[in-house]
């Protein structure tokens, strides 16, 4: 499995990750669990509407946590929009419960992919794990 699969694995099978983006000089912090490859490339999605797209188009400079049996994973990158039509229906295939929310369509769905990532897979008993992509 390719670095950035493993990845992905890693993220649904925990279900939930933290996304940190910056807003001036304050962090901020939200449960996320949106994960998608497409095109080769890590994906996830939100909403245009929402603060975390507001900070991300201002400085896309993010990083995601999750934790699950014992180790945990970050990546550090840059969260990009693209607003791929196809990419859109992927995810929403993907994970049909954000029909209820978005469609591909709409004017509110964004899909952010990672650029310039480093992502660490960490535990208390072996040497970190990286990867980038
Ligand atoms: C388990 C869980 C997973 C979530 N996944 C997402 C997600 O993938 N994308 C998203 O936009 N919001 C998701 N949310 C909702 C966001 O955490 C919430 O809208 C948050 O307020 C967004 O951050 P902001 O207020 O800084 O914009 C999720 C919430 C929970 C509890």
Partial sequence: M????????FLEEAQTYYLATVDGDQP???????????DGKL?????????V?????????????AFKDGRWLRVAGELIND???DAKVAMLEKMPELKA???????????????NATATFSSFTEAPECVQF
Avoid: W
């Fill in 2 to 9: 390719e670095g950035i699969e493993k990845v992905c694995q």
């Fill in 101 to 115: 929310m978005y469609s591909a369509d709409d004017d509110n769905m964004q899909m952010l992919f990672f650029r």
């Fill in 83 to 85: 607003d791929n039509y």
């Fill in 53 to 65: 797209s507001r900070q991300l188009a201002a400085n896309p400079k993010a990083e995601i946590c």
């Fill in 28 to 38: 901020r912090v939200r449960p996320f669990g949106t994960v998608l490859i497409f």
């Fill in 43 to 51: 994906y996830i999605q939100t909403g245009k509407v929402k603060d």
